[in-house]
């Protein structure tokens, strides 16, 4: 075969990307040993910053300021950094086409390498509405927030519509950031989502309800309950009406959706074992097929400590599970094994002054403490999630980073609990005294 040979192969420059390749060099790789290949046009960075700081109207973050790994307090890996350290870095680098069989890679360039071991991090993208055929969504002014092209097309938009309107749609926790970013940018939002409220996946009622009634004081209008159905352009193709299930319809020329992301899979789509929706890998991130691993986003894992098998989008597991994924690799090469993944599910947001995380498994029921009175930024309150007489999840707005810690350990230990409320009277105490 025609075909340079890689010992490591890395495809995708995201976080996960980023991480593996600060661990391959932890633990040692020479000159040219290992190649990433990334089809954004930037060295790996934190993404989370997309829709927090990069769209901020005073001192906005920018590259080089966030590239991995500085999102967990590790060293800034700017495109020097994978040069000083022997690793071949190719950008706007898209593979195309791969083959588990004769372990080759492709670019869209046609540009054939074989790889000794191949690590994917693919990420995820976004769900466009145009995927459910929704008149209209091709018009221009309708944004996305994937990468940092879309981000950069966004802030073009910000600046251009600085004292105008625009309607975010969905209220997860993308819409739920852009809508404040936006306002932050002296643009009058409206947020639509067909759920009950914001955060439906994770939130209560009761936590989604200080949240948006914070957004309203901050003028954002939320509209729930319905969907867009369509949007009207002008004679140039630009958004300037959105149509609602409801019957009402919005004018704006700025219209920014999140309403989720699925998984990347790629051209490895159809060579790996698939479940729920990702490449099905062992505990240390090994697929279906021979030295073949996936991380991050992409890969449905065993999450030890419930028993099962999950895919879990969020920064932090994208981080831990490219460094196991490293580990193990390096450690076949002796003939050795790593200690299982053993993963504590970690989310995290913020908007405004808000901040909140939240550790565990949101199953079971749930209480809320601290929320009588909390209408303002500096508000502390929590909750637990109880199941089977366990606290099996705690969730914190405004912690320190001290009292975010005693949450994780609450859900890593998962005590048992008598009387809900204990944990109410408690509050932070509880998880304290654990
Ligand atoms: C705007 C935004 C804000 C977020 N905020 C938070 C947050 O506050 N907290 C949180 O926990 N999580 C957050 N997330 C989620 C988090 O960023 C992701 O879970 C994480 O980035 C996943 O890492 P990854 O390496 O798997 O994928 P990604 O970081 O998405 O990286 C995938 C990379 O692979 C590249 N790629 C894809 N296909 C190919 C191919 N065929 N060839 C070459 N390269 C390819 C992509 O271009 C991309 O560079 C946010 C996500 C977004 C989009």
Redesign the pocket.
Known sequence: MDAAMLKYVL???????GYAAREFVKLGVNPGELAI????PVA?YE??A???AYLFPESPARLPGFHTCVGSGGERQAPEWYADNGIDLHLS????KADTKSKTITTAQGKTFEYGSLLI????T?INLADFKTPGADAGGIHY???KDD?DKLVEEIGANKGGEAVVVGGG??GV?LAACLALNSIRVTMVFPDPHFMPRLFTPEIASFYESYYKAKGINIIKGTSVTAFEKDDQGNVVKVILGDGRSLSTNLVVVGIG?RP?L??FKGLLEEEKGGFKVDSSFRSSAEDVYA????ATFPLKMYGDRRRV??????RKS?IQAVQAIKAAEKGETVDDYDYLP?????SFDLSWQFYGDNTGDSVVWGLDGASASGSKFGAYWINDGKVVGAFLEGGSPDENKLLARVARQRPSVSSKKDLISGGLDFAAKI
Request: glycine fraction near 14%; hydrophobic fraction near 40%.
């Open positions: 495809v995708g420059g995201g976080v996960a990307g290949f990334s089809k954004e790996p993404r989370p997309l829709s927090k680098s898209e593979i195309a991090a693919t990420g995820s976004f927030l994937r990468e981000a926790y993308i950031e992301a990347n790629g051209p991380v991050g986003d992409i989008e969020h920064v932090d597991h994208a490219a970690f989310f995290y947001s913020r």
